[in-house]
Each structure stands twice: as C-alpha cells, then as structure tokens.
C-alpha cells in the first residue's frame, strides 16, 4: 500500500498580521456575546436571594432620569420588599387620566426618591395615604405622584413644565429634601458622583447674576443603550455594582462633599448652589401659580431631627470626626429664607415626625429602615398624615360642603 508522502519544503499560507487582528476582534466579540447571553438567562432564572430587582428607570434627554412607563417590578433588597408600578404616563403612580374629573381637587407631587417611594407597596406610597385620608375627610381629591429618584428643584420646574401642568393640578406641592441643593449644581453633583455619570440639567449663574440654562448631556448610542435599559437584567445588575462603588476624591473639610450643603460658612461652590436653588425655587413658584393652581413647599424632617444619635452615627458611617464647621440647623435657615424671599408657602415635618417618634416611642431607625434610609411603610403613613395637617393649617384645600373658607397658616 502506497502511503501520501508530504513535501516537507511545503509550508501553510500565512496570515498578515491585520487579518489577526481582525479574527481576534470578531472571537472575543463572540465571546462576549455568548457570556453576556449566559449571564442574561442565569439572572432570569437563578434565585437572587435577598435581592431582586429588574429596569424601572432610564435616561431622559429632558430630565436626565425617568420612570419606565407601563412597568411592574419587584424590588427587594433584605430589610425591604417593594413592589413598584408605574402608569401609562411614567409615574409610580395608580393609573390617572389627563383630564381632571369634574369636581375633583388635583394635587401633584414634585419629589425625589422620597416621594417615589419604591421601597414600599404601591398602596403604601404616600401620595395614596394622602389621597385615601382626604377622601376619608370628605374632600374629592386626587394626589398624583410625581417624584423620581436623584431629581432637584430645577428637574422638578423641568417636570412640571414637561409633563405635570397637562394635569391641570389644583395644588403643586414640592417637597424639599437635603440633597435637593447638590442636585441643583453643576459643579458638585458631579463632584458627588465621582466617576460616575449622572444626566441632568442645570442652571448656572450667568455674569449678571440670572440663570442660565445647561440642557441635559447628550448620550452616545442613546437608541440601543434605551433598549438595554428596558430590557437587560444583566445591564442593570452591572450598573447597580457600577454606582455601589460610590468613589468621588473632592472632600469638604476631610468629609464627603456632600455634606458641604451643611456648612457654615459655606464654600464658593455651595454658596453658587443655594443661590441657584433660591432663584429656580421663585421661578417654580412663579411658574405654576401663572397656570392658576396654588404651591407650596413641603421640607421633610432630617437626619439630625429625627435620631437623637445623628452624630455618633454619622461620624461612623464616614470614618472620620466633623469638622466645626458642619452647622445642619443652618441649612434649615437658609430654605426658610429662600421661601420667604420668594413669598412661598412653606412648612417643616419636623416637630410632627419629632413629636410622632416620642409618643410611640419609636427607636433607630425610626421611619426607615435598617439597611436603607428612605422611608418604610410606617414612614409613608406618618408623613401622608403630617401632609394632610400642614395642607389644612394653611388652607390650601377647598373648604368641604357646608363648613366656612380655611383660614391660611401665618408663619
């Protein structure tokens, strides 16, 4: 049997060095594909344990951050089971039609995380507390929630303008929370994220002291990084692990920027920043009442009202003392005067939770949670009853048949 002898001079054609590169390329993008393709199933079908979420929210080229419209998703995380739903109109809110009801007092709620409340039941919301104890009360009225994770004053006017004055609401009420002044700045809320990028618009001061207005950062590939946003468990989980990594090097006085909203005196760049908040409050203001529906301010109670061991507990979480220089009352003066620079009507939660928390004797951590500060269901419930009180104290609800006109709060 003759067996094939093989020429040994003969050699494989060789392969340039650019077709290399290119085959490389095209396998480790096959390679990524058939991972991320297995880390997408094993997300869906894998046990998460403790933790379980999936897409709600998304970029929004007009204010920066959004609800995903039409979504239901469980979202628990140990100490916490939510369940969150949004309507047709992106907002974690029961289903709500354009036209008001004939009769019906509209209230809509401006707000961030604390308002949109994801860690709680859809029916343990507060805006849903606040609507069921005024129709318990005998008034006809609607309380639509509009609050998003992450937003300040200037994403709230944004808001209203873009989508809640097609509600035509009665009452706007924006609540005011801590981190709404570092929200509303340009410089530190990037300085705040670090290496993180977070979308939003701002307005800055202009040489003549006015605002001028920065629109949101355009995003690259913006069409399928939507899609993956709405879609991809994988995406979400990895930009979950992206954000816990929380890295930012700018400190104020050896301590998380943050906290420089705090201070006394204040830096250049948080002085810029209350000044902006001060004058997009007025425009806000200015900006409903021209649509005929009443405002007002609401400013939750914070962290150094409600836990008699504020210090010791922060002082823990940073890892370091405060500086003499942080002042939390002070922060508290500042809004009171841009309220009433402004001629808003305004109120604190403050001496209502304060008073709340001692006749029930409540411990840390009080209206939240163990491993998250935003409110828990109870915190929901106290907080849609002290919203009910200040709202009759000032008179901004319609006088019910046949009792006389309210009578508004002096402050």
Known sequence: MTQLQLDPTTQAPSISLPKKIVFSLILWVFLMFCLAGIGEIFLRVAPMGKFQSSPFREYDPNIGIALIPDKTVHHNKGCFQGLVETNSFGMRDRARTLDKPAGVF????????????????????????????????????????????GIGTTQELLMYKEKVRQFHPDLVLLTFTSNDVMNNSSIIQPQVYGIQTWYAPYYNLGPDGGLEFQPVQKRWFNGPRTWL???????????????SIDYSPTKWDGIPVFYGSYGDPLSPDWTKAWQVTDKVMGLTKNTVEADGAK???????????????????LEAQIKTKLPPEFNPPKAHERLEDIYRRNGVEYDFLTT??????DQHH??????????????????????????????????????????????????
């Open 295 to 313: 405002f007002m301010a609401l400013t939750w109670a914070d962290f150094w009202e409600v836990d008699p061991d504020w210090r010791t507990r």
């Open 229 to 243: 946003e709405r879609h991809s468990l994988l995406l979400y989980y990895l930009e979950r692990i992206w954000f």
């Open 106 to 149: 509209r209230i809509a709620m401006l707000g961030d995380s604390v308002v949109e409340g994801v860690h709680v039941q859809p029916d343990e919301v507060m805006n849903i507390q606040l609507e069921k104890i005024l129709r318990e009360k005998g008034y006809n009225a609607e309380v639509l929630n509009f609050g998003v994770e």
């Open 362 to 411: 409540l411990q840390w951590p009080h209206f939240s949670f163990t491993c998250n500060p935003h409110y828990s269901a109870l915190g929901h419930a106290v907080v849609a009853q002290g919203i009910f009180e200040k709202l009759q104290q000032h008179g901004m609800l319609p006088p019910l048949a046949g009792s006389a006109a309210p009578v508004a709060a002096v402050h």
């Open 352 to 357: 209502y939770m304060q008073n709340y928390r």
